[in-house]
């Protein structure tokens, strides 16, 4: 297993040798079955692998696809509201955003906060804010500042809260609030620029 595994990942990092990684990573799968069955949790791996692989190579069609099976397998697996689940579901949101599908990804990062506060410990509470500040950045690149600006307050309020330091969120909320004033401050010239546009007719 660790052999077929490494291989692959060798050769993902060779740029002369990226027609050889999707066998590679077929290989380790079926190894991955010989050795724990067919429905082993460990299958989720593989594809993690293949999506990881995709979205380096900006195949986004095929790393959409890989990145939904990963979340379908997962659902089999462990449920829709397991911590596995929750780390796959942020994965295939990432791809949509890598992308630059934030109408694709924010279904999936809204899902995120939910499961997050589901699974919302003293020990992991820190995904209840990430969740939330991350939902809040597609929602800003939409152009939903207000649900954007209320996600991103919730996050740092839920940050403050906790025990363990993080990495700051507040500057992110910051990065939401400037992107909101630019696009005021682009609205109002579109509208100065039609006005005037009139007068000159």
Partial sequence: IQVTQSYARFLMSQP????????????????????????????????????EFERSHAQWENA??????LLQLQESLSGNTSDPYLGDLQTAAHVYQAAGDYIGALPLLRKAVTVADLLG???????????????ALALAHLDQFDEAETLGEEAVSLQRSMRMPRPPLAQ????????????????ASRGLFHLLNQIGR
């Fill in 16 to 51: 002369d040798r990226v027609g050889r990684v999707a066998a590679a990573i077929e290989t380790y799968r079926n190894v991955l079955i010989d050795a724990n069955g067919p429905d082993s949790g460990s299958l989720a791996e593989p594809l993690r692998m293949q999506v």
């Fill in 64 to 69: 959409e696809t890989s990145a939904r099976d």
């Fill in 172 to 187: 992110e909320l910051e990065q939401i609030q400037q992107m909101k004033q630019a696009a005021a401050t682009a609205r």
């Fill in 121 to 135: 410990t003293p020990n992991n509470d820190w995904r209840r804010s990430q969740t939330r500040m991350n939902a």
